[in-house]
Structure formats: C-alpha cells, structure tokens
C-alpha cells in the first residue's frame, strides 16, 4: 500500500488574484467574514478563464512506504506548490490525495512561527501545528534545542533570527516530531555548510528507520546521495518515476535550454510575483569577457529592478559547477558588511569584484540571490555563464582536472 497516493491533482490560481497561501489568522478571519466564500470557489470554470494559471495540472504520484523520492524541475515547474498542497496549506482545485501515517512538512524557512514569540514559544507553537502533543515537545525538547544550535537565542523574539537560524529551529522540531511520513522543500540551502551536512545526516537516519520522504532539492549531489527515485515536474505536469541518474540527466539538459534567454526572461523564484528583480548582468575578466584563465580575477556588474522596499538588502553571487554543486559564493554582507538600499526610481546597478578564481579547466553556471534579510525576494539559478581556461597557476606546467577538484590551492612538499 502507498504511503503517499496523488490522484488526477490539479490547483489553479487567478493570476492577479490575492493569493490564497494566507497565514492561519489570515485564513481564519477571512472564513468567519465571508464563509460561503470558499464553497463557492471551487464551482468556478477555471478552463473557460484566460486569467487561469495552472500551477499543477493531473498529477499522479504513488510513494510506497519507506520510499524516498525526489522532486526535481525548474523553477515555477509546480514543485513547491505541490508539497503546499500534500501539507494543507493550500487546496487543491482538483483531484485526490491519500496519505497514511503521521506526517511532518517542513516547506518554508519559518513555516508556522510566529514572528513576535521566542525561539522557546515557538518550539512548543510549530510542535503542536505539527501534531505533537505538549508533553511530548517537553520530552523532546533539549534535543530539539541541542540541533537547532540556537540555545543562546532561545529567549529571542525569532523575528530577530537570520533565515539561518529560522531554518535550522524550524527543522530541528520537524525532525523530532517521529513522523511516518516527511515533506521537505528546498530549505537547507540557507543553513551553512555544517548545518545541511548535519540535515542530510538525520534524514539519512529517517531513511534507515524506514520513513517515507518526498524531497525537493536543486542539489542533484543531495539527491543522489539521499533518493532511491526521482520524479521530474514540467509545466504543473509530473514524469513517471525515473531512476536517479536519469532523472538528473533529464534535468540538467533542462535547465540548459534556458542559457540563451535575455536575463529578464529567464526563470526565476521570487517571494512574491512581481516584476523581474535582476535584469542585467556583466561577467567581466581581464580582457572584458567571459572566459578567464585558472586564478585570473573577475568583475559581476548586476542591474537590479523594480526595488521598491523600504529595507536593507543584500546580494548573492554564487557559482556552480558542472555537476550542478555550488561551489563559491560572494555575499555583500559575509565579503563587505555591505547592504543596499532600494532607490525612487527602483532601478540600481551593484558590482561584486572577486580578485581570483582559482578554479581547475570547466564551466560555471553564475546564480543570482536578493533578500531582504528575512526573504529570499528573488533566486535567478542561470543568469549567466563563465569559463574558466587552464592556466600555469603553480608553476610545475600541470594542475588538477575537475575531476580531481574545482579549485587550485598551493602547498609544499617536503621529505
């Protein structure tokens, strides 16, 4: 019998429309005001609507118990909307959905916390929206703590918290909560390196305990090492299930179709529809292009749109390999201390110099990020991409392959 069953499941939204992934007060409130309201909107023809936009469209997934399947796709394929409505914080607009066991979803960074309470009210807060009863939260308690790393923090209003700590409070009670079943989104790309090395750890322990767990990751490293099959989403529309390896295949080819797109145009995640945020960038080497020599420096000159919030902002550049594994990362605040302001005109253009990259002979794919410090307000995964050219960076006329390692780091050597 299938742990997880989706039959025929569909979900549109009325592009325009005030969204429906409201907050629980949120949702509330708007039943007691209009309670017929949300009886009658399933009897709308969503077909006979040019304002239709299908986000899932008859999908079918069957998960067997101890099962670990990857969800895997571009961005706006359908992958996070589908793990809202397996959740229940969205409605499906059609279809069916069975799941058998006790279920734990952690979808987006501070999902079910509050943002006024403490770290320790929110433990026993997002425990109980899980499922867990009081005493058992108590029980669990020093554990959940003892994960999450942020003991310090504890009797912190989390509105405070960086997105980190949110991530990684928000999974420690998550993954203490025992469940049958786990729904886990693309969330531990905002922990350090430690912390995912740790999340990966306990969820490789769900897998030997024999839990189900439906995963959405853009690592195909994490994927490989975690998943036993992979589902490929296109379109609101889902693949049959596909081998690890040829699901990552399928995927890469993919997302290289969108390489030669003006950037405005390219898929992106935001936060919240809106205009595109990034639409200009300039990869500068030595000699003004994209292709540069192992150590060589290189210049990103960024164009930012539509910015509008009255906050500080930071900005990301990070690189991937031909594996799709991020492997460099130059952050305004971790290289600077550096924010940005948003402008009258909401047009801005910022420059990240990187003085070397020391990287072996390949090609990297250049990811734009823009948050605001609480939310990731705009993710570009392939805005651009650069070469990097063997260069005699040591010396000894040779340098490793990228199969050996991405990058060229000197040593000495001595008997």
Not at 23 to 32: F, H, P, Q
Not at 363 to 392: P, W
Not at 398 to 404: A, E, G, L, T, V
Request: aromatic share 6%; proline share 4%.
């Amino acid at each position: 019998m299938a742990a997880i069953s989706i039959k025929n499941v569909s979900k549109a939204y009325r592009i325009g429309a005030k969204t429906e992934d409201a907050n629980l007060r949120e949702t509330i409130m708007s039943a007691l005001r209009s309670p017929m309201q949300r009886l009658r909107k399933f009897d709308e023809n969503f077909d006979e609507s040019d304002d239709t936009f299908w986000a899932l469209k008859n999908v079918n997934i069957e998960v067997n118990r101890g099962e670990v399947v990857g969800l895997i796709g571009r961005n706006g394929a359908g992958k996070s909307t589908l793990l809202k409505v397996l959740s229940r914080i969205t409605e499906p607009t059609d279809g069916e959905i069975r799941m058998r066991g006790r279920v734990s979803s952690l979808l987006e960074v501070g999902t079910g916390f509050h943002p006024e309470l403490t770290g320790r009210e929110n433990i026993f807060l997002n425990g109980a929206i899980l499922g867990m009863r009081r005493g058992e939260i108590k029980r669990k308690f020093d554990a959940i703590v003892d994960f999450s790393e942020v003991g310090k923090f504890l009797d912190t209003p989390v509105k405070r918290y960086s997105s980190g700590m949110y991530v990684r409070l928000a999974f420690a009670v998550a993954a203490h909560l025992d469940p049958e079943i786990m729904i886990v989104d693309e969330v531990l790309a905002v922990g350090d390196a430690s912390f995912q090395k740790k999340c990966l750890g306990k969820m490789n322990d769900c897998v030997k305990e024999g839990r189900t767990i439906l995963f959405v990751s853009h690592s195909m490293e994490a994927i490989a090492g975690l998943c036993s099959s992979v589902v490929l989403m296109t379109g609101g529309k889902n693949s049959e299930k596909l081998s690890v390896e040829e699901g990552v295949k399928q995927y890469l080819g993919m997302i290289g179709d969108a390489e030669d797109l003006p950037i405005d145009k390219k898929p992106r995640t935001q936060h919240r529809k809106r205009d595109p945020i990034f639409t200009g960038l300039k990869c500068r080497g030595p000699d003004g292009g994209k292709v540069i020599k192992s150590g060589d420096p290189m210049t990103f000159e960024i164009e930012l749109s539509d910015l509008h919030e009255p906050g500080d902002m930071t900005v990301g550049v990070a690189l991937w390999n031909e594996k799709n594994q991020r492997v460099a990362l130059f952050h305004s605040v971790y290289h600077a201390n550096k924010t940005f302001r948003g402008v009258a005109g909401g047009k801005k253009t910022v420059t990240c110099h990187v003085p070397s990259l020391p990287f072996t002979a390949q090609g990297f794919n250049v990811e734009l990020i823009v948050t605001d410090g609480y939310h990731e307000l705009e993710r570009l995964e392939r805005a651009d991409r650069i070469e990097v050219l063997f260069n005699d960076l040591l010396g000894t006329g040779k340098i490793p392959n990228k199969r050996q390692s991405n990058v060229v780091l000197p040593c000495s050597w001595n008997d």
